[in-house]
């Protein structure tokens, strides 16, 4: 009887909350009961906000007629978080991309420029309320993060989420959702995806725009000319994806003076999720066309899902060849948080790289500090990079690639913004700091030549869009945006044990 009880008070309860959300929703106002409590306490809050300060709030009276009070939460949960941003705002914005566009040219009707206002008005304010959203998360305030989500999504109604800061804000606003409310098992799954989609999303990428281009041309013309004098040659990717960056080397190779060397390839990349040996058909392709330019040609596929797990004697190098190390985008990887530096792989790695003696080892690594504890500071850092490598795409002419280049970059972002720990891979640094790790670890710098910068000068012609610049910075080049340097490629050698002890006393 108690039981029966206790049914009959749970469904009177759950009828009264009914009633009363039928009775807010039939006066206008878009609130469940259950968040009256929530909203309530911060009406609270701003209310003491309002009443502790000195500031002038008659301009932020005027910009909160954008918004409907009947959506009375994120109503609130605005006008707090632009009381708290009227005072003074501790972020520098100003780098930010397409925040706010140039004012319309000509004579529009008045109709197009409020909406234009508007919309450069909510743009500005997802930035804010982005920022505050991850000021948030860092001092552990879920409920504030959470209740914030849903404002910026409505906020998304206002501006352009096809380009510009719109689309950017979106990927960021999905991003934090997913930290905030997401299962980790879940969330682990999106990221990382597939080997196949992750292949198919790297081919998209490379298409759309030229940073990965950059990368395999900068690569591969510093590996073409330490291979010069030398019969016997061996390369060894991190990452032999589709092996997109080798048939230009090997076409290369073909017409080398006095003859190619024989081309030893060592390709490592995840193991392949069915029956098909992924890696082995890569590398009969790539056979295939060494065999038309006559060059002769020895393929070996590694397969590892992390570059930890691959050990030195896996890759059957020869102290008779000449050994180039070639890591596009995959150092950061190996890197771990200074918080809890022992789940660093980067170290072990470098050290039996050196073991190989390399003629030459190129790193391309993108120009960005993803990579500290706080976690204020890295979505910032990621806000201003990711706007600029968005900016940049929308003016690449390639359009069936972009779509799915996007989903590329997305993953990105969402494991710099969603996950810690050793779930974390995108652990971007810039090359100063790069310079600092790989002398430390006993390499010396190459000056990339004048070739590569020629290349790369000339790989940007074929996307015909002004804005992207190559930059020489101590013997390194940078392809950017802008004057925003986005991603970076280096080329390294390996000190005698002697050399190296001797730098290490130094530095």
Known sequence: MEMVSAASNGSSAGTKTRDIDDLLAGVGYKVRSSELRQVAQNIERLENVIVNSSADISQLASDTVHYDPSDIGSWVDTLLFEFDHTVSLPYDLSDLPDLAAAPPQGHHNHHRQLTTTVEEDSGIRLVHMLMTCAESLQLGDLAFAGSLIEGMQGLLAHVNTNCGIGKVAGYFIDALSRRIFAPPSQLQNIILGSPYENDVLHHHYYEACPYLKF?????????????NGHDCVHVIDFNLMQGLQWPALIQALALRPGGPPLLRLTGIGPPSPDDRDTLREIGLRLAELARSVNVRFAFRGVAAWRLEDVKPWMLQASPKEAVAVNSILQLHRLLGSKADPIQSGIEMVLGWIRTLNPKIMTVVEQEANHNENGFLERFTEALHYY??????????????DKAMAEVYLQREICNVVCCEGSARVERHEPL????ERLGKAGFRPLHLGSNAFKQASMLLTLFSAEGYCVEENQGCLTLGWHNRPLISASAWQALPPRDSETLRLDS
Do not use: M
């Open 215 to 227: 990368a395999h041309f900068t690569a591969n013309q510093a590996i073409l000319e330490s291979f």
């Open 387 to 400: 706007s600029t490598i968005f900016d940049s795409l929308e003016a690449c002419p390639v359009e069936p």
């Open 432 to 435: 100063t700091k790069w310079r």
